[in-house]
C-alpha cells in the first residue's frame, strides 16, 4: 500500500521535517539591525509642511564614538569633550554658533539614548494582510528597561516562549500576542512601547483546521497515565523501534505493512494531523483556556471530558518531546516551530506546562487510582499569601488561616477549578492568569461575602470588584485600574487595593464600558519609520548647529499640592445588561483647589511607561516641538490638537458650577507634545491620567530620575502620541 499524497500545509510540513532531521543545517535569519540608518528617511507623520529626507542625504551606518580611545577625545575644532553629563547647553567651551560634526554630536546628544525600532513581522499561515508590530530598544547604557520584572510582579506564568527555555529575547517569540513578556511596564498601570505598538497588530482570525482523517486507538485511563509517566524520563528518540510503539499503542499506521513511518519527521506529521481533528478541545478558543474545568469534575458524570483531556495531553506531549529532540539542532526547531499550525500549538503549550511542573506518582483503572504530584504547589502558595498581603485583603487573617489549613491537608487542588489551574501550574499563557490567582483567593477566603464575586471571569476582562467595603480592585486592562494605579500597587495583572465606591454593593463585580480612542492609531508605516520619527539628531545632515538643542529641566521646584481625588463614581448603564456582571459608566471626582472636578474614564486609553535612559539630561532638537503644564492647568485644557473629526467628550464641569473654564489654547500643531508636570502628590498623576481618559489620549509616562524630559518627548513621537507625564517617585513610593 503506498503512502498517500499529502497537500498543503501537511507536504510542506513534511518537507520542512525531512530537512529538519537530515541535514540540520536550517540558518537562522541574522537578527535586524538595531538602528534604521541606511535607506531613506520618510519624514514625520502628519507634518506636510517638512521637506522629504531624500536618499541622497541618508548616510551610513552611524558609528559609535564609544569605540574612540582615550578619556577625553579631541575634536577637530580643537574643543575637548569629557565623557559626563550635561549640566548647561551650550556645553562648556562651546557657543551657539559652533557646528557639531556626526561623531561629536553622537558624543554630546546621542550617548545614553534610548534608540527605537520597529518591526513590521509576517504572520505564518496568514496572508500579507495580516502582519505583526513590535518594538524593539537599545542604546542606554544600563541593564534597566521599560517593562516590568515578571518575579516581583507575578506574571511569570502569562507568557510562554514559542521555542527554547528561559524569558524570550523578543516579542515575537511568545505563543501569546501581544507578547506578556513585554506587557506590563514597569510603573503600575502602565504598558511598554512593545505592547503599544504590538495592539495595532492585524493578527487572523483563528480558523478550524480541516479532518485529517489520522484517528487514535481506543485506549484506558492506566495507558495513559502509564505512558505520561514514561514521558517524565524523556523521549526514547535514538531507538526507532521504540519510537514505532506510537502506532501499537496510541495511533494508527496506515503504512504499517510496505512503509512504516519509524522516522520522527513522520511522526510528528502524524500527530499534528491527528490533534487538528475538531473533536479535541480547542485550547486557542479563551473559552477554554481554563483547561482544568475540562478535569476539577472527576465524577462518572464527566469520565468523557476527563478522558478526552488526558488522551490529548498526552499526544500533545508526544508531539512536544518530538520537536524539541536532541537529535535536532535549535535552528531545525525554530524553523520547525514556525510551521505548526497555532491551534496546535496550544497543545503544545499545555503539554510545556505538564512537563514542567507534573508528575504521576501512581497510576490505575479509575480516576481515584491516579495520583499527581505538583512541583509548583510550594511556590504558588508562598505567591498566593504575598499577593493577598501585598492587595491588604480585607479578611486577611481567616483566609491565610484556611490557606494553611488547605495546604496543610492536601486539599488546595480541590478547592475550584481556578485553584487548581493556579496551585498545579497548568496556565496557559494569555490574560487568565490574572482571574486565576484571584479567583483561588477569592475561593479559599471562608467569608460568605465571596459568593457575591463567583462571575468573575477573564472573558470580561474590563472590571473590577468591591468587597466588604474596604477596598475595590480593578485588573490592569480596565481603565479605572490604569488611572488610579498611581495610588495603588500592581501585582499579577491587578491594581489594588484602590479607593472603595457608593455605587457599587458591599461585595460586587462592576464591568466598565468605555470607548476605544479615534485618534493615534498607529499604522505598519509609523512603527517600521520609529527610529527616524525620534532621532536624537534630527533629520540627517552634514553638521549639526548647537544652537539646534535645547538642554531641558522640568519645574519641580513648584509642586502642585492642591489636588485631591475626592471619589470614585459609577452610573449603572440600563440599557446594556446581560446575564453576567453588571455594567457601568466611570467618572473620578478631584478637589482641585477647593473646588470640585469630575472627570468622566469615557476612553481605554493606554499609558506607556518611558524606556530609562542613561548619562542624561539629553538635548532635545528644536523640531521636537512641546508645551509643558502643571498639572492643576490641564483641567482647563478643553483638547489638544485639534485633530478634526475625532469624538469629543463633553466639558468637564465644576460640582456646583462654581468656577469657570479657563480654556488654555495652543496652535494648531497636531504633532506638539503636551508634557504634564505631576510631580509631588500621587493625586496628580491620577488627575492627568484621568484627563487623558476623558479627552481619549493615550500618554507617555516617565519617572524623571530615569527618564529626562526629552528622552521622554521622543518616545512620545516615537508612539505618535501627543502628551507625556512627568512623575517623580517618592522614597515612600518605593516602600
Known amino acids: ?113 534610548p534608540a527605537h525600532k520597529g518591526h513590521k513581522r509576517p504572520i505564518p499561515h496568514a496572508s500579507d494582510h495580516y502582519y505583526g508590530l513590535y518594538t524593539t530598544t537599545a542604546g542606554n547604557h544600563g541593564d534597566d528597561n521599560d517593562a516590568a520584572n515578571q518575579h516581583n510582579a507575578m506574571t511569570q506564568l502569562t507568557t510562554l516562549r514559542i521555542q527554547g527555555s528561559g524569558p524570550p529575547n523578543y516579542p515575537w517569540e511568545t505563543l501569546e500576542q501581544p507578547s506578556l513578556a513585554f506587557g506590563f511596564g514597569a510603573r503600575p498601570g502602565t504598558v511598554t512601547l512593545n505592547h503599544w505598538a504590538s495592539s495595532f497588530s492585524a493578527l487572523p482570525p483563528l480558523i478550524g483546521l480541516r479532518d485529517p482523517g489520522v484517528t487514535p486507538r481506543e485506549v484506558n485511563l492506566k495507558q495513559i497515565f502509564e505512558r505520561l509517566q514514561d514521558l517524565e524520563g524523556g523521549l526514547e528518540d535514538d531507538n526507532d523501534e521504540l519510537l514505532y510503539r506510537l502506532y501499537k499503542r496510541f495511533l494508527r499506521d496506515p ?48 469520565q468523557e471530558k476527563y478522558h478526552k483531556f488526558f488522551y490529548q495531553l498526552l499526544l500533545g506531549l508526544e508531539l512536544e518531546l518530538r520537536i524539541n529532540s536532541r537529535l535536532h539542532t535549535d535552528v531545525a526547531k525554530e524553523r520547525l516551530m514556525a510551521q505548526i499550525p497555532p491551534k496546535i500549538q496550544w497543545n503544545l503549550a499545555l503539554a510545556r506546562r505538564w512537563r514542567d511542573f507534573v508528575r504521576v506518582e501512581r497510576c490505575g483503572e479509575t480516576v481515584e487510582d491516579i495520583k499527581l504530584r505538583f512541583k509548583l504547589k510550594k511556590r504558588q502558595v508562598k505567591m498566593l499569601k504575598r499577593f493577598a498581603q501585598m492587595m491588604k485583603w480585607p479578611n486577611l487573617t481567616e483566609t491565610l488561616a484556611e490557606l494553611r489549613q488547605r495546604d ?44 457575591n464575586l463567583a462571575l468573575l471571569t477573564h472573558l470580561h476582562p474590563h472590571c473590577g470588584f468591591q468587597y466588604r467595603n474596604s477596598y475595590t480592585y480593578w485588573t490592569s486592562s480596565c481603565i479605572v485600574g490604569k488611572v488610579l494605579a498611581p495610588t495603588c500597587l500592581e501585582a499579577a495583572g491587578w491594581v489594588g487595593p484602590a479607593l472603595p465606591t457608593m455605587d457599587l454593593g458591599r461585595s460586587q463585580i462592576a464591568r466598565i464600558r468605555c470607548r476605544k480612542p479615534r485618534e493615534h492609531l498607529l499604522t505598519p508605516e509609523d512603527v517600521t519609520s520609529m527610529s527616524d520619527r525620534s532621532d536624537p539628531l534630527g533629520p540627517p545632515a552634514k553638521v549639526y548647529p548647537v544652537s539646534d538643542y535645547k538642554l531641558l529641566t522640568p519645574d519641580m521646584d513648584d509642586e502642585v499640592d492642591t489636588v485631591r481625588i475626592e471619589q470614585v463614581n459609577l452610573k449603572a448603564i440600563g440599557d446594556k445588561q446581560d446575564s453576567g456582571p453588571k455594567w457601568f459608566d466611570a467618572s473620578i471626582q478631584f478637589a482641585i483647589d477647593g473646588v470640585s472636578w469630575p472627570l468622566r474614564l469615557s476612553f481605554d486609553v493606554s499609558f506607556i511607561n518611558a524606556w530609562p535612559c542613561s548619562d542624561g539630561p539629553h538635548p532635545l532638537f528644536f523640531d521636537y516641538v512641546y508645551t509643558a503644564r502643571k498639572a492643576d492647568d490641564v483641567i482647563n485644557i478643553l483638547d489638544w490638537g485639534k485633530p478634526s473629526g475625532r469624538e469629543r467628550s463633553p ?71 501627543t502628551v507625556v507625564i512627568l512623575v517623580e517617585d517618592q522614597p515612600e513610593d518605593a516602600d
Not at 481618559?693 to 521622543?714: E, L, N, P, Y
Open 408 to 451: 496543610a491537608e492536601g486539599a488546595l487542588i480541590t478547592v475550584s477549578s481556578h485553584a487548581m489551574a493556579f496551585f498545579s501550574g497548568l496556565v496557559l499563557p494569555g490574560p487568565t492568569f490574572p482571574f486565576l490567582i484571584m479567583n483561588s483567593l477569592i475561593d479559599i477566603d471562608p467569608d460568605k461575602a465571596t459568593d
Open 255 to 302: 503504512d504499517k505493512v510496505f512503509s512504516p513511518h519509524k522516522t520522527m519527521e513522520r511522526q510528528i506529521t502524524d500527530l499534528v494531523m491527528c490533534l487538528s481533528s475538531p473533536d479535541w478541545i480547542d485550547f486557542s478558543n479563551p473559552k477554554n483556556q481554563v483547561a482544568t474545568k475540562f478535569i476539577f469534575d472527576a465524577s462518572s458524570e464527566n
Open 651 to 721: 466639558l468637564p464641569t465644576p460640582v456646583g458650577g462654581s468656577k469657570a473654564v479657563k480654556p488654555i489654547v495652543e496652535g494648531d500643531d497636531e504633532e506638539r507634545v503636551l508634557v504634564i508636570e505631576a510631580f509631588g502628590n500621587s493625586d496628580n498623576e491620577v488627575l492627568a491620567r484621568a484627563w487623558c481618559s476623558h479627552w481619549g489620549f493615550s500618554a507617555v509616562v516617565a519617572d524623571v530620575g530615569k527618564t529626562c524630559m526629552a528622552c521622554a518627548i521622543r518616545e512620545a513621537y516615537a508612539a505618535t502620541l
Open 1 to 113: 500500500m503506498s503512502e498517500p499524497k499529502k497537500k498543503g500545509l501537511w507536504n510542506g510540513l513534511m518537507r520542512r521535517l525531512s530537512t529538519a532531521q537530515g541535514s540540520g543545517k536550517l540558518e537562522k535569519d541574522p537578527p535586524p539591525p538595531r538602528r534604521g540608518s541606511d535607506g531613506d528617511a520618510p519624514p514625520r507623520r502628519r507634518r506636510p509642511e517638512r521637506p522629504d529626507v531624500s536618499s541622497s542625504r541618508r548616510r551610513p551606518r552611524r558609528p559609535d564614538p564609544r569605540d574612540s580611545k582615550g578619556k577625553g577625545r579631541e575634536q577637530p575644532n580643537g574643543h575637548k569633550y569629557e565623557s559626563v553629563p550635561l549640566s548647561e547647553w551650550p556645553p562648556s567651551g562651546f557657543s551657539s554658533r559652533d557646528e557639531l560634526t556626526l561623531g561629536h554630536a553622537m558624543e554630546l546628544i546621542s550617548r545614553g539614548v
